[in-house]
């Protein structure tokens, strides 16, 4: 769609969302309902997109990514103004132009591409967005001509006598447009009592003057749901969330209960993994390949290996090699990196840590700016002591070491490999490789023996 350009009207108060965030950046499924309409501006095949925006427009941009132009409008006096203050950035580059509002986050690139080949094909000057049933209160009805069914204008809700409210087919606001015809005739949309210019009105003025004006039936009338207040935030999560699932099915994951699994738009799953009722998957989250997840497993910002197991657990920026499994009852905070096949059991809160291939914390542990390496068992109780009320501190547990349960390990401090510290140890100084510390304060007693053997003197235990 090389001859297509596509403008975005972002500009619109919101009021009935009662917030001080703007209305299209609230969030839907990890992502601002302005990313949603620019992604699939972009997906339909349209790279020039301009938005419109308010005066005060500093946090429109985060999260959008890409090659974006901003356009501010200086008043709000609705969306026909909106497209007039577009018209410099318009005027002379592309012929043809998509106009969207920014709170309609359910439209499909697949519907877009349709609107916009349907224009073409039909040699139309415009063509809107229509829905054969509204999907909300408050939409603009389409008025037809009764015999020939020609699309003849869009009354608001609000101005439609009760005769028109009875028409079913409502207005998407969504248009393809010739560039040349229609934006002249933005100057003589009328202003109604609320002094805003309705861009619906192009769609009379436009035939008034001669153009073709035709229109195009969304398959979903959701597509066309405009997100103006809570009410309608909660249906658009409940619509997406079923894309979503469908989404994943589609592509070989397994959702034992789909109507309790939740997911972002921004997440991956890969094939033959199980979601468990309860699991959420959230921001840029993802899962590899045959995995288990769930029950009631929350997952933000986190990369999982292939063939790891999550049960009711919390994990926030954490990565996972393979064969991982973790829960039930734990937090991965950020900073968290688990080798392959690493056990974190029940009650263990792991941040800013590094555990190498093969460690093991069963129970009740926090590990926090630890670097552990591999084969170490982490005890019951253990925890790293890493902060001393002013700054944070690291431990290095070395390769093949031996925790006791309620050891606490004062930062900054070292166990070297093959070292060992006995049940309630409380160790403030380095421990060597090799040595068995014990106390309060723990102190070295001897050199750890491998595993079955006993000190000298000692009877070898039955």
Known sequence: MERWGAVILAAGKGTRMRSATPKVLHPLCGK????????????????AIVIVVPPDHRAFLQGIGGDVEV??????????????????AVEGRFPRLLVLPGDAPLVGAQTLRRLMEDHEARGAALTLLTAPHPPAAGMGRVIREPRTRRVL????EGEATPRERRVREVNGGVYAMEVSPCFPLLER?????????????LVAVGREAGLRVEAVSAPDPVEVLGVNDREA???????????????????????LDPATTYLDATVEIGRDTVLYPGVHLLGSTRVGRGCHIGPYAVLRD??????????????????????VDVGPFSHLRPGTYLERGVHIGNFVEVKNSRLGRGVKSGHFTYLGDATIGPDTNIGAGTITCNFDGVRKHPTFIGARAFIG????????????????????AVVTKDVPPGVLAAGVPARPVRRRLPPGETPPGEAPKA
């Not at 204008?153 to 608001?156: A, H, I, T």
């Not at 063939?307 to 657990?313: H, L, P, Y």
Request: net charge negative; aromatic share 4%.
């Open 189 to 201: 949309l009328p202003r109604h009592p609320n002094g805003e210019v309705f861009l619906t009105d």
């Open 153 to 156: 204008r869009v009354v608001e």
């Open 405 to 424: 349960s309620d050891t606490l390990l004062v930062a900054p401090v070292s166990v070297g490999d093959d070292a060992a510290t006995a049940a309630g």
């Open 233 to 255: 935030l909660a249906t658009a999560h409940r619509a997406l969330w079923d894309r979503l699932r469908r989404r994943w099915m589609q592509e070989g994951v397994t959702l």
């Open 32 to 47: 601002p309902l302005l990313g949603h309409v620019v992604d699939a501006v972009r997906e339909a095949g349209v790279g």
């Open 71 to 88: 356009v501010v409008q200086g008043e709000p006096l609705g969306t026909g103004h909106a497209l007039a203050c577009a018209r410099p």
């Open 302 to 323: 986190t990369v999982v290996g292939d063939g790891c197991r999550v049960v009711a657990s919390f994990l926030e920026g954490a990565v996972l090699e393979e064969g």
